[in-house]
């Protein structure tokens, strides 16, 4: 369970898809990501809110010609100019999601559901060949699950099972994520002895955390 | 006179209903809170996990952990609560929230919203949580300039710039005067240093003159 | 927000469809129960797990003829002869309602989704009617949202906001029940000040409680 | 000699893999908790929303607010949670937990499983969680006598009762043997005071005798 990021990281093959947490830097799992850039697997499809700040974490991954589609809500930031510039060289694809729709999509992967019917993007250009039908007097879309081979998180605390808690806006995607990989990857600040955490408090069970990454 | 930008936010501010959930988007919107009277009761949701957010972090308060939708850092109020991304848009989708305040490019006669991409062939897509908060919220207000900078109205017959959401505006507040968006057409509720008849002159769109006026 | 519990069920009216919360006692919010029983609404839709145990709380609600309807997933339970007894005499209607649907359904219903395809009685006589369709080589079935007109659940700690925290496996349909009703009524042992909930282990905000009775 | 409840029991959990999130639904099933080892990491999942459920409580140690999915008194482990409803059935639903076991009144050939309802005119129907763990979990076990007080196989080639999941078995434990349900038939993995010739004779479906035998 409790293993360096190397050895955690090493469970991503090329062309996987690798759903990465994080909202900006908050949550995102930087030594996770650096021990991927080290680790080489490449032809990657990289699920993230984000696709990348400046010239580290993500960015660097996607410098390093890694990553052969980003599925994300914003890719246009200020300090994008990695991707924007992959994008604009037709060097890397994009899916855009609604922010929402990329949460329930990934929750819908966790929890076993087939797809499901979302008010989100209706009568906009994100409906192109997406399946609509009204229910209720609605209007709604068919959104299907995004699955992750890994998922590399970051939460605060974990105990040596795997149980995590969060801290503050940074839990942000970690949970979901965590629920949507085959195999899940925490980078935690701390690690303490089972039983240590109250488990009224705990937000990610130890069921969906394969691999934990002190840093 | 027409409205100065913390005029316009001072005006939305006024209109949220003391108590009320709200989300402020990101930019320009953010600045509503700075007018909030600290007993009205107001919370703020912010799309990446938390009710309760309060006023921008300074010095010491700044935390890599805690920040808004614009990912600057922000700070926490008492009785405040975070969740992840799932339950935030849930929240949202759930129809929960009861007000939204965001920016638009464009706003239609029947409360379209275009406010994530002017369509440039090379611009690059990016649409965060805007589609999610324009179909979730009770009521959506809209913060912008009535004009665009070549003099063109941005309430229009038909949105010419993608869409974020449809029928979904409730109240656009600008510059020179505010609107609500009703099932019998666009009613002016408030003007600013212009008249009604300049307005519909003005704006290509049949106004409904308030009944107050 | 903090009432008496005469008072918060006035939200309550004939026809109304009510969300209890609950497994077995564990989170049956008995007190909101009894003061609906004294309230006299009446031809009631009643969704809970289960069907009423004994004499008292769901059992004399529908003892009192209060309820045209339950939405459940276990009515028959060694002492769940009140409900029996109506159903056998054909003066109850029965949905009967696989437990993880009835969750997910509850859940849709408070986070906006139009209906979801769940893998959940495929292939089972509670498939009947329903729309089916092969997703990735698996079979599903078409699920909608179950809402309440009034949630009545039972927390363990709220503060004065409606902030609310539950207390072991009591915390079971509450946190979704609240989610998916236009009027939330909580009872709970405990109402704190403002402030005195760690923001991290809040389980239902306070945006989804409408009215907090201490008893 | 064929086995008695217990002994049934001790087989189930001798085949949970250590480390192993397993859930025993309610009724017989529940006895392979006492004879997991202590040391196994096995983690015990109830529907009612917790993981690292423990012993049922006994005495001071009961609590109305800490039950199994039987609604009796249980006791929590250290490295516990708690979730509410609609996370526990997506943990069940999401296909995170290793083993299911369950009672049944019949299991077919190819995995249906039979254990909600008798289809009797007359009975309340009443499904609980079964119909979810059946289709949820990656690997259900079965445990039930092998054949009915009338004599009958509840090994069948259909099941005549309604089904709770179709093709989901992948393990049935009974009092005289235990059977892999795999792609070619059923296995007859171990036999207990029976033959595997008279098995066969008595069950009405084909049986695949164990390699080992």
């Known amino acids: 369970m409790i293993v360096s990021a190397p050895e955690a990281v090493s469970a991503v093959e090329d062309g996987h898809t690798v759903l990465v947490g994080g909202f900006g830097m908050a949550g995102m799992p930087v030594e996770l990501i650096d021990a991927l850039i080290e680790h080489g697997a490449g032809d990657l499809t990289i699920v993230s809110n984000n696709a990348g700040n400046g010239d580290t974490g993500l960015a660097a991954l996607l410098a390093a010609g890694r990553v052969r589609k980003v599925v994300c809500s914003f890719p246009r930031q200020s300090d994008s100019w990695v991707f924007d510039g992959l994008y604009r060289a037709g060097q890397i694809e994009l899916e855009v999601v609604p922010q929402g729709n990329l949460a329930e999509r990934l929750r819908a992967a966790g929890a076993g559901i087939g797809a499901f019917f979302s008010p989100t993007g209706v009568g906009t250009p994100l409906a192109e060949g997406k399946e609509s039908r009204v229910i209720d007097g609605r209007e709604y879309l068919l959104e299907y699950p995004i699955r992750g081979d890994v998922a590399l998180i970051r939460a605060h605390v974990a105990d040596k099972m795997g149980n995590l808690v969060y801290r503050k806006t940074a839990r942000n995607f970690g949970p979901v994520m965590a629920t949507a990989a085959a195999v899940t990857i925490a980078q935690v600040s701390r690690i303490v002895e089972v039983g240590e955490l109250d488990p009224e408090v705990v937000v990610t069970p130890a069921i969906y955390v394969n691999r934990l990454v002190q840093v | ?213």
């Open chain 2, 1 to 213: 006179m027409s409205l100065s930008r913390e005029q316009m936010a001072e005006i939305v501010a006024r209109d949220i209903p003391d108590g009320a959930y709200v989300n402020l988007g990101i930019g320009q919107p953010t600045m509503v809170a700075d007018y909030l009277r600290p007993d009205s009761g107001v919370v703020l949701h912010t799309e990446n996990g938390m009710l309760g957010m309060g006023r921008p972090a300074i010095g010491d308060e700044i935390d890599p952990d805690l920040t808004n939708a614009g990912k600057q850092p922000v700070t926490e109020l008492p009785g405040a609560s975070y969740f992840h991304h799932a339950d935030s848009f849930a929240m949202m989708r759930g129809g929960h929230l009861d007000v939204c305040i965001m920016g638009a490019f464009q706003v239609s006669a029947r409360g379209d919203l275009a406010n994530w991409s002017t369509g440039a062939p090379d611009a690059i897509p990016a649409v965060g949580g805007a589609m999610d908060l324009a179909i979730g919220a009770k009521q959506v207000f809209v913060m912008m300039s009535l004009f665009a900078k070549d003099g063109k109205p941005k309430l229009v017959p038909e949105c010419t710039y993608p869409l974020t959401g449809r029928a979904c505006v409730s109240r656009v507040y600008t510059d020179v005067a505010t609107f609500a968006v009703e099932p019998d057409g666009v009613r002016v509720v408030e003007t600013f240093g212009i008249t009604v008849d300049e307005l519909i002159t003005r704006v290509g769109i049949p106004l409904v003159p308030s009944p107050f006026d």
